[in-house]
């Protein structure tokens, strides 16, 4: 059974796990005031190409998020999602948890545009309801479309000129700024957006994520927020080694980059095979739409998620690949939907 369920079924790369055994019984001091989590920090400054911002490090997206939006929002704000934005759909209501509504917009290619959010302000005018004040967007989204610079750069104005805060969550921004459509780096984002972050757990580290918060008033005692969320590790090093590897000699890119790979060898394989998709994605997650009878087939040698039914005969699947994605495993898949399509014409 081979996996294109998500991107981190595998462990992490061996050049990481290096690092963490060859500095396991040096003594250095916790809670990310090692050595490894500052240099860390600074070369992602350096990456950033900005230093006016602070970075902090996480174990996981879902902790990062509620950390972040719990500490930037004020009671009576709440935060704008996309129907298909994580924190609204997969994050078990933590940010709800903490205190604050979310607002949930429907979009059709899972992004969000200043024209939804002028429909929420119109909407949400006055005490009675809760005040709309930071716009989620995830880059690339959960049904795998990427934002352009000129999308961001349009949302961006609009949030600065209504007061509100624009938060990405990267969670796969590798993936996103190493797609054949983007034309954004990462010193973009830390031009256009509030706070982002990095993703590290589906890009090869064990575990990790590098918040950026780039605007000054969101910074203040932000260390304390993480405390209280149990965010603050004792052994932070166990990620600042992490995120040095990463970004020490363009890892970090390298690793998106072949799982962007992978994805595109699927995605003209499948075409192919000629199967159409429900969403365009042009990362590391696809949505191909099959004939409900060949997914069956499908799943005795594959797992994948089934995403969502599209009339009585067929379904969309989420294909997802990672930094460590065979290709063998891939062109077999293709060679496997082939042969059943094949059989299903017969």
């Known amino acids: 059974m081979y996996s294109f369920k998500n991107d981190y079924s595998e462990g992490a790369h061996p050049k990481i796990l290096r690092a963490l055994i060859e500095t396991n019984l040096e003594q250095v001091e916790g809670y990310g005031e090692d050595y490894y989590t500052r240099k860390a920090v600074e070369l992602l400054k350096e990456n ?5 911002i602070d970075i902090h490090l996480f ?11 719990s500490a930037f929002l004020r009671p009576h704000e709440a935060a704008i999602a996309a129907n298909t934005g ?38 949400h005018a006055d005490e009675h309801m809760v005040k709309p004040k930071l716009v989620y967007i995830s880059n690339p989204t959960e049904i795998g479309s990427i934002y352009k610079k000129k999308e961001l750069a349009e949302l961006s104005q609009f949030c600065r000129e209504n007061q509100l805060f624009l938060y990405v969550d990267g969670a796969r921004l590798g993936s996103a700024l190493c797609s054949n ?39 203040e005692d932000f260390r304390f927020h993480m405390k209280q969320k149990g965010a603050l590790l004792a052994k932070g090093r166990l990620l600042g080694i992490q995120f040095l590897e990463l970004f020490r000699d363009g890892l970090y890119f390298d690793l ?40 069956t087939k499908l799943q005795e040698k594959y797992s994948f998620y089934v995403w969502s039914q599209v009339d009585s005969e067929h379904s969309a699947i989420r294909l997802v690949t990672s930094w460590a994605t065979k290709e063998d495993a891939v062109r077999e898949f293709i060679e496997d939907l082939k042969g059943l399509c094949n059989k299903n014409n017969m």
């Open 181 to 219: 459509e983007n034309d954004m780096e990462l010193s973009d984002l830390a031009m256009l957006v509030d706070a982002f972050y990095i993703g590290g757990t589906k890009n090869g580290a064990l575990m990790g994520e590098a918040l950026v918060i780039c605007r000054d008033s969101l910074k």
């Open 59 to 69: 174990s996981g997206g879902t902790q990062t998020n509620l950390t972040a939006l």
């Open 256 to 295: 998106a980059t072949h799982a962007n790979e992978m994805a595109s060898l699927l995605r003209e394989g499948i075409s192919q095979a000629g199967y159409l998709f429900l969403t365009h994605s042009p990362s590391n997650q696809i949505f191909p739409i099959l004939p409900n009878g060949i997914i």
């Open 48 to 52: 950033i190409k900005k230093k006016d």
């Open 86 to 123: 994580h924190i609204l759909v997969h994050e078990t209501g933590a940010i709800e948890a903490t205190g604050h509504k979310i607002i949930s917009i429907e979009v059709q290619d899972g992004k969000i545009g200043p024209e939804h959010l002028k429909t929420v302000l119109e909407i």
